[in-house]
């Protein structure tokens, strides 16, 4: 693949130095002017839970003991469980540390990020590579951890680089990612003979063909605000290309043009085919759907299978790539985001936070994470691959495929332009759209706005 001309496509330079990735499940309502304070010990304290301590110290970071609290967006059983195992084990082979894990609800935790880090956060947060890293890691909330990274070992150049800030410093440690991807049961497909559609108009004919059979083609839900995000993104990299979506993104280019315009103009034509109601329901909820057979598709992250039970039934998942809209921009571009972990600007421990964040970017503690939580591959490359399953596997070849990957559109711009412009954006136009010329006028005004502020 090409060397990546912007940060978003060096993240595109992950995968194939590291046969592994990582997952993610990050998505984002709202970053700035929260109301609620994420901050606050009666929330913290309800949401809580503590791992032990016993063993002998391993990792970097310094020395000592004490309580290394953890904030965690990771409130969906799956994902949840699996951070509180990785903890345990690190407790086991750190003597005299004990971790403190507070879990908030995800889109809680999004909604109030920035009033978290200005306020009292914990040693370690759960947070996403990319723009949304950068952002504060420039606003001076989040710890210098280049010291980490020199601990470090199994992790590409271009990890390294999508975990560093602005000022040429090292803010995240990589844990897992996920592509983004068109989900469906191979079960249900061999019974009705459907083959993954490669042309936009044959996901069209075989949604048609769905309906006829009594099935929804395409799973959809966005009450929460962020799962729209993904079918906006996909639609923009197969009309436009990849370089227009990251200056997008970016805030340097017209929204209100004529590009814009076709990708709303396209998705349009193809609500007919999604599931309706989308803004009353949740994205497990559309994934339940598709778990029990009653809808054919589902373009969501990989983090779908959290819906479904281990074993057999996951076995049964399987995706394809967004298809071909146009043959000049191909189907080369995907998404693929990364979640991991940064440290809070002046944490009450330092050491154990450090030490916890080596322990967090190691081969050991990814292993337990992609174990625990199937949706997901390791970021480090000498994570191990034996145990993986068909998903994860084919997750691993189908990003090392691509030729440019991008984060989400929530994590590749800014916080207050994803969370107060484009959140009501797109759920006025899934709930009303039919003026586009009107819906991207408005957006183009308030990036305006934004970015030039």
């Known amino acids: 693949m090409a060397r990546p001309s912007t940060e978003a496509e060096y993240l595109a330079r992950m995968v194939p130095t590291s046969a592994s990735g990582m997952s993610r499940r990050t998505l984002l309502r709202g970053a700035l002017g929260a109301s609620a304070l994420l901050a606050t010990p009666p929330l913290l304290a309800s949401c809580s839970s503590s791992s032990g301590s016993s063993g002998s110290a391993t990792g970097g970071g310094g020395g000592g003991g004490g309580t290394v609290t953890v904030g965690s967006n990771q409130s969906d059983a799956v994902p949840k469980a699996g951070v509180q195992q990785v903890m345990d084990a690190f407790t086991k082979a750190n003597s005299g540390l004990t971790v403190k894990i507070n879990t908030i609800d995800h889109n809680t935790f999004q909604e109030n990020i920035n009033t978290y880090l200005q306020g009292q956060p914990d040693d370690v947060f759960t947070w996403f590579s990319g723009y949304r890293m950068r952002f504060f890691a420039s606003k001076d909330l989040a710890g210098d ?42 079960s249900l497909w061999s019974e009705k003979g459907y083959t993954p559609p490669k042309t936009l108009d044959e996901l069209k004919t075989l949604g048609t063909k769905m309906q006829a059979d009594g099935l929804i083609p395409l799973a959809f839900a966005d009450k929460d605000g962020w799962p729209a995000m993904g ?84 076995d049964d998942l399987d995706f394809f790539t967004f298809p071909e809209v146009d043959s000049t921009i191909g189907t080369d571009a995907i998404e693929a985001p990364i979640d991991g972990w940064m440290m809070a600007k002046r944490p009450k421990n330092e050491d154990g936070a450090k030490k916890l964040l080596t322990y967090l970017g190691s081969p050991d503690a990814q292993n337990i994470a992609v174990k625990a939580d199937p949706s997901v591959v390791a970021t480090n490359d000498k994570a191990d691959q034996s145990a993986y399953t068909p998903l994860q596997k084919k997750s691993v070849e189908f990003v090392k495929s691509a030729k440019s990957i991008a984060q989400f559109l929530d994590r590749d711009t800014r916080p207050d332009f994803a969370s107060t412009v484009m959140i009501p954006a797109l759920q006025s136009f899934i709930k009303t759209p039919d003026d586009i010329d009107g819906l991207v006028k408005n957006i183009q005004q308030q990036k305006l706005s934004i970015f030039t502020s």
Do not use: C
Not at 147 to 174: C, R
Not at 238 to 248: K, Q
Not at 291 to 300: E, I
């Open 145 to 186: 951890i280049s010291d980490v990274w020199g601990n470090l070992s199994g992790m590409s150049d271009a990890l390294k680089k999508a975990s560093t800030g602005d000022d040429g410093k090292q803010y995240f440690v990589p844990s897992t990612y996920y592509p983004w991807a068109i989900f469906y049961r191979k």
């Open 231 to 314: 079918t906006f993104d996909q639609l923009n990299l197969r009309i436009n290309g990849y370089d227009f979506h990251v200056s997008l993104m970016a805030g340097k280019e017209d929204w209100s043009g004529d590009k814009v315009k076709k990708v709303f103009d396209t998705w349009k034509g193809l609500l007919p085919i999604h599931q309706t109601d989308s803004l009353g329901r949740t994205w497990q909820e559309a994934a339940q759907s598709l778990q029990q057979k009653k809808s054919g598709m589902y373009l969501l992250g990989a983090f779908v299978a959290q819906q479904f039970t281990k074993g057999a039934e996951q």
